[in-house]
């Protein structure tokens, strides 16, 4: 009873979120809402040491978030508040790794979104250890990117709500190890090709995670319920140590992602469509004429928010709206795709990655420039984790090799990656096959593979190619191919490929194969399988013959012609990990 008598409960507890201004941080703050909690933006120091809980969601690199605190005097007062470890705080991916001592990563040169450093860079200091880079040639590819588990070292009740076998959402290329120093931090631990590292921490009421819980589906809802609860009855700092068997490991799932092809009608209405080798107007004489154009309309297979809702309920690991039509458009105005990403975000606890326009531009009517930075700044503020660049990329590419290999720090790629980091960035290849008879019939500069003897090849029975690389949609071909363009875009800094095949799109005969192969095999940063699924068997084929991490489709799912589920399932029967969908709150 309250003091004036009243059955009234008292309010909540008010969660200050400190926003430095990185990345998307709107999901945390709608992940705190659809948790029922209020919150507040911490805008001046003075404001953390006052706070009642402090969030502070991390994204990009160590030096850039350690750069940012400093530069708004953040760092001394939350020193301050994290010192006895009795404040309420949760801090989440680059939040857990600025706790620690130093860090490798520069956020300077090299690989975009950081380099490795001979002189690690200072972090707040309340944990001890230095957080370090995976070594691709230890765990294989880099960043790890996915759904994995966790194995508990306490007993705590952030965990009250989740059980110990859902998996959450990773998304990192730097890790800390797991030393004697820290040992008793340790609030859960994750195996990555074999390597053991920190995945939380806790001590006191001081939390943090290296896993992003508001990607994590229900069960990221669930984590941060327990941990607010948790502040608001005074239970957070009764963690406790637990037995913890030395052969634990815990698996990265394969990832089904599905994605959206978003572009206006010819009545200026957005609308998800699908293409057939990338036209996605009706066949006119077929299936209808646009009284618009007087052509066949654009394919209407529904409203974006609500399909990408009903798929996030479905199990989708991942959601990735393609906006293709904004070559002809400036994304900085494009406010109905930017309402999009806000509106899904309020109610999808999935990574979601946008594509589409991601360069920079000339506004035509104020003839400013707008930098590739900031119109992937908008993008994530508006609720995207990751951006597909397309056809920027083959040209950045392009001008890598012509370059002799050297960056020139001015490319989409290498300015967003060196600010969020290079596991925000996909590149997204459309290739499409050329046929040879003979090896040397293609210029050495190409990378030729033989076709295996269940692929159909070439229409004059040939049995060699290589993927030529396209621009605008797939209209416009160059001189440069997909195993190449893939490597350029990993020197520049991009952290995944989304590699698609004009030929096998919308054909419903499954993945391409050898592109899969050729690609996967070139590169150290995962790769994503796209264009031609059109039954779950489609799926587990890709990834038991390659070293895919992710397999997208989006025609199958948007027809209805095969469910999330019934994929999963038969990767399941055919020993393929996939994650376990949690989709209603626990009591």
């Known amino acids: 009873m309250s003091s004036d008598g009243s059955d009234k409960k008292p309010p909540k507890l008010t969660v200050s979120l400190l926003d430095y201004g990185a990345g998307n941080v709107r999901s945390v703050r709608n992940a705190i809402a659809a948790c029922g909690y209020a919150l507040i933006d911490i805008t001046e120091p003075s404001q953390i040491l006052t706070a009642e809980c402090i969030v502070f969601p991390g994204v990009g690199s160590f030096g850039s978030a350690m750069s940012v ?28 790794q600025t706790l620690f001592e130093s860090s490798e990563e520069t956020g300077g040169e090299g690989g975009g979104g950081g380099s490795s450093s001979s002189d690690p860079l200072p972090g707040l200091g309340a944990v001890p250890g230095k957080v370090i880079r995976f070594d691709e040639n230890q765990v294989g590819k880099v960043p790890h990117i996915g759904w994995n588990g966790r194995i508990r070292h306490q007993d705590s009740p952030v965990f009250r709500h989740v059980d110990d076998d859902e998996e959450v959402y990773f998304v990192h290329s730097y890790y800390a190890p797991i030393t004697e120093e820290n040992r008793e931090w340790v609030l859960t631990s994750t195996t990555y090709g074999g390597n053991r590292y920190v995945s939380s921490v806790q001590r006191g009421s001081v939390v943090a995670t290296q896993f992003h819980p508001e990607k994590s589906g229900t069960t990221g809802l669930n984590f941060v319920r327990g941990f607010l609860e948790a502040v608001e009855n005074r239970t957070l700092s009764t963690s406790a140590p637990i037995p913890v068997d ?101 109610s999808i606890f999935v990574p979601l990655t946008v594509g589409g326009g991601i360069r920079s ?100 029975g040939e049995r060699f190619c290589w993927w030529q690389c396209t621009v605008k949609g797939g209209r416009e071909a160059r001189d440069i191919c997909a195993v190449t363009v893939a490597k350029a875009c990993e020197a520049l800094g991009a952290g995944e490929i989304m590699l698609n095949c004009i030929d096998m799109d919308g054909q419903c005969d499954g993945y391409d194969i050898p592109l899969m192969t050729a690609v996967g095999d070139a590169v150290n940063i995962p790769v994503i399988a796209s264009s031609g699924a059109g039954r779950p068997d489609h799926f587990t084929e890709v990834f038991q013959r390659t070293d895919v991490k992710a397999a997208l489709a989006a025609g199958m799912f948007h027809r209805k012609e095969v469910e999330i589920e019934e994929v999963k399932a038969h990767m399941a029967e055919n020993g393929v990990p996939s994650r376990r969908a949690t989709t209603a709150k626990k009591a």
């Not at 708004?72 to 404040?87: A, I, T």
């Not at 209405?269 to 080798?277: A, C, H, I, R, S």
């Not at 012509?402 to 989409?412: A, H, L, Q, V, W």
């Open 361 to 460: 531009y000339k506004d035509p009517e104020s003839d400013r420039v707008y930098s590739a930075l900031e119109v992937a700044s908008r993008y994530f503020r508006a609720g995207a984790d990751k951006v597909s660049i397309g056809s920027d990329a083959v040209h950045a590419a392009e001008a890598y090799v012509n370059g002799g290999g050297k960056r020139t720090g001015e490319t989409s790629i290498e300015s967003i990656s060196i600010v969020y980091g290079v596991q925000a960035v996909v590149v997204s290849i459309d290739p499409k096959r050329v046929y040879a008879k003979r090896r040397e019939d293609v210029d050495p500069k190409h990378f030729v593979v033989e076709l295996e003897e269940d692929d159909a090849g070439g229409p004059e």
């Open 246 to 346: 030395p052969a634990a490991s815990t698996s990265l799932v394969k990832r089904v992602v599905v994605a959206l092809d978003v572009r206006s009608n010819d009545s200026g209405d957005l609308v998800v469509t699908k293409g057939d080798q990338y036209d996605v107007r009706e066949n006119e004489r077929r299936e209808g004429v646009s009284s618009v154009t007087g052509r066949g309309g654009v394919r209407n297979l529904g409203k974006p928010v609500a399909l990408a809702r009903r798929y996030y309920d479905e199990g989708a690991d991942e959601i990735a709206f393609l906006n293709i039509t904004s070559f002809r458009s400036c994304v900085i105005g494009d406010l109905p795709m930017l309402q999009v990403l806000e509106e899904s975000s309020k």
């Open 69 to 96: 605190l400093k530069e708004k005097g953040y760092d001394g007062p939350l020193r301050e508040y994290l010192k006895d470890c009795d404040r309420p705080y949760l801090g989440i991916c680059l939040g857990m």
